[in-house]
């Protein structure tokens, strides 16, 4: 990944708070944990920056991890990359 990106507007994200948890960002280390991106969306839905933070994230390649509100495939789905891992069937 190229972190050459201005971060000037990363100071501005509502992920940057202290007192936010930066693990909820992504996955857990337990595959098959549904709703585990519940929180990230969350905090990403009051950030004043998640267009910003979506676009630096296609632009950089980014697959893994909730970026601009949306996870790796949501991301795809908008023209950023595919994720490396396979999607897991839903079972609801």
Request: charged share 30%; proline share 10%; glycine share 10%.
């Amino acid at each position: 990944m190229n972190q050459s990106w201005d971060e000037t507007w990363q100071r501005l994200a509502a992920c940057a708070d202290p007192r936010v948890d930066p693990n909820i960002f992504f996955p857990p280390a337990e595959a098959g944990r549904r709703g585990w991106d519940k929180p990230a969306k969350e905090i990403c839905r009051t950030c004043m920056v998640i267009e910003p933070c979506f676009r630096m994230a296609v632009r950089e390649g980014i697959t893994e991890g909730i970026w601009g509100g949306l996870g790796g495939w949501e991301r795809h789905r908008r023209g950023g990359p595919r994720p490396l891992h396979r999607r897991r069937p839903s079972t609801t």
